[in-house]
């Protein structure tokens, strides 16, 4: 039986006294619920010292939302995974739609900084989807398997066990549009079948994340589903009653 995980993936909100408050709800709203999901936030670089400081020893666990390929160096505006782990964090996003579309990350650079990012001891969401266009073509299959399979290439069998999957829609994200707990189900289970092919025993094990406008109220007949184990949640992870909602979902 997999554990159900819920990430709430900030993006570029927050400051820190918004911040101070959203995370002492969480902590506080999740007190019953730490043995029957695992729950998270990925925020901004700047924000991890916080998390660090007001979720050590609690049971929510922080990351960063994307990471250099490089260990260290000339390069402006990145964050190492050395960085991450510093400030303690557990994961880290790799591939977000909006780093796919708005910083031209290829599958290949998203697999690499997965290797990265294991090999630095963080867990990383590797996060795939199809576009509306995709979808109206008949290639979500096609585009989500390919996404999934240069990550599968590069990363050494015994490491796929500490790596979670995001199944993420483009036209899900931050729209209002859901998809339907159905093809979100299909997707999921057709992920699995992409890993099962690499490691049937992993496939089993691994967490597949749905993210797309993930609500409260739609949260609980989307983790009903049989290969749904969580969700990545973007607006509705900056307020804590909502954010909870889903966790208690
Ligand atoms: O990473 C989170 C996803 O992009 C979902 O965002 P959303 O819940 O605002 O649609």
């Known amino acids: 039986?997999?554990?159900k995980l819920v990430i709430g993936?900030?993006?570029?909100?927050?400051?820190?006294?918004?911040?101070?408050?959203?995370?002492?709800?969480?902590?506080?709203?999740?007190?019953?619920?730490n043995d029957r999901a695992d729950c998270a936030v990925?925020?901004?670089?700047?924000y991890l010292a916080q998390c660090e400081q007001e979720l050590n020893a609690t049971a929510v666990a922080w990351g960063g939302q994307d990471l250099s390929i490089h260990a260290s160096?000339?390069?402006?505006?990145?964050?190492?995974?050395?960085?991450?782990?510093?400030?303690?964090?557990?994961?880290?996003?790799?591939?977000?739609?909006?780093?796919?579309?708005?910083?031209?990350?290829?599958n290949e650079l998203v697999a690499q900084k997965a290797v990265v990012a294991l090999a630095a001891g963080l867990v990383p969401v590797i996060c795939v989807g199809e576009t509306l266009e995709d979808r109206?073509?008949?290639?979500?299959?096609?585009?989500?398997?390919?996404?999934?399979?240069?990550?599968?290439?590069?990363?050494p069998a015994e490491q796929l066990s500490n790596v979670v999957l995001a199944y993420e829609p483009v036209?899900?994200?931050?729209?209002?549009?859901?998809a339907t707990p159905q093809m979100a189900q299909e997707a999921h289970y057709f992920l699995r079948g992409c890993v099962a092919r690499k490691s049937e025993q992993v496939a089993a094990r691994?967490?597949?994340?749905?993210?797309?406008?993930?609500?409260?109220?739609?949260?609980?007949?989307?983790?009903?589903?049989?290969d749904i184990d969580g969700g990545l949640i973007g607006g509705a992870a900056l307020k804590a009653a909502d954010f909870l909602a889903i966790i208690h979902a």
């Open 9 to 33: 993936n900030w993006k570029m909100n927050g400051n820190r006294a918004a911040n101070a408050a959203l995370l002492a709800g969480i902590v506080s709203g999740l007190k019953d619920v």
């Open 42 to 46: 990925c925020v901004p670089a700047p």
């Open 136 to 155: 109206e073509a008949g290639n979500t299959e096609t585009v989500i398997c390919a996404q999934l399979q240069a990550a599968l290439e590069v990363i």
């Open 206 to 226: 691994i967490q597949i994340l749905y993210g797309g406008s993930m609500k409260p109220d739609n949260a609980v007949e989307l983790l009903a589903q049989a």
């Open 171 to 178: 036209w899900a994200i931050g729209t209002g549009k859901t």
């Open 73 to 106: 160096g000339a390069y402006t505006g990145e964050v190492a995974a050395s960085m991450l782990t510093d400030f303690g964090s557990k994961y880290v996003l790799v591939g977000h739609s909006e780093r796919r579309a708005y910083h031209g990350e290829t």
């Open 1 to 3: 039986m997999r554990r």
